[in-house]
């Protein structure tokens, strides 16, 4: 059974910051991961996928790793704004299965 | 474009009674899921279909039915309403699992079971 862990639970920092985001997951056949966004609130936005295959993908300030052999993905956010508070989660589709499973979330405050 | 939209967004239930959460996409998307998010939790997984006239289980099933009819329409069915079912409802989807399929959320359903 996949189950996935996200580390810190949750994290205060001043804008500026460069932060990193951990997940790990128990089953390494994964066919991809992805990062989401929540707001309080709101649904879900889909930040970055990084396919089994492959080993990092970047948008803007964002930058996710994979390692797949160790079972863990960061997700490194550059120069962090107040505007990048919410709730960050990661998710992963295991190979032999449909199911898209998240982790509990690290919940991100950027203060001014 | 509309994308996923849920209904309705909020409801208060008694317990025994039960309702249909409705869920519809207009992208022509193959993958659809239903969550439950509990307060300061992780989604967990209900149920989730790949395609019309199929669904499977998810991680939480119990409590819940649904049904895949159409492509765009994917309805969790609660029968007899417990109060462990309080809880935020996601309904999401995708064309596929591949790279590219980006997995669309919609805005969530918050019910409470008195």
């Known amino acids: 059974k996949q189950e996935v862990t996200q580390i810190p639970a949750a994290l205060s920092v001043p804008e500026g910051e460069n932060l990193v985001l951990n997940c790990s997951f128990t089953?390494?056949?994964?066919?991809?991961l992805q990062w989401f966004r929540q707001d309080p609130g709101k649904g879900l936005t889909s930040l970055l996928l990084?396919?089994?295959?492959?080993r990092e993908q970047t948008s803007g300030r964002l930058n996710a790793s994979l390692d797949k052999s160790s079972g863990r993905s960061t997700l490194y956010i550059a120069a962090s704004q107040p505007g990048d508070s919410a709730t960050y989660l990661c998710?992963?589709?295991?190979?032999?299965?449909?199911?898209?499973?998240f982790g509990t979330g690290t919940r991100l405050q950027v203060f001014p | 474009n509309a994308g996923v939209t849920q209904t309705p967004k909020f409801r208060i239930l008694k317990i025994g009674q039960s309702m249909t959460l409705q869920c519809t996409q207009d992208?022509?998307?193959?993958?659809m899921y239903w969550y439950r998010q509990d307060p300061g939790m992780g989604l967990k997984l209900i149920y989730y279909s790949v395609g019309a006239g199929i669904t499977d289980k998810g991680e939480v099933p119990n409590g819940y039915n649904v049904s895949r009819s159409t492509t765009e329409d994917f309805p969790l069915r609660l029968e007899l309403a417990a109060p462990s079912q309080t809880s935020v409802y996601f309904c999401?989807?995708?064309?596929?699992?591949?790279?590219?399929?980006?997995?669309?959320f919609g805005e969530g359903s918050w019910l409470t079971v008195v």
């Open positions: 089953d390494s056949a994964i066919y991809n």
């Open positions: 998710a992963v589709i295991s190979y032999n299965t449909d199911k898209l499973i």
């Open positions: 999401a989807s995708s064309y596929g699992r591949g790279m590219g399929n980006t997995i669309y």
């Open positions: 992208m022509n998307h193959n993958y």
């Open positions: 990084i396919q089994s295959s492959q």
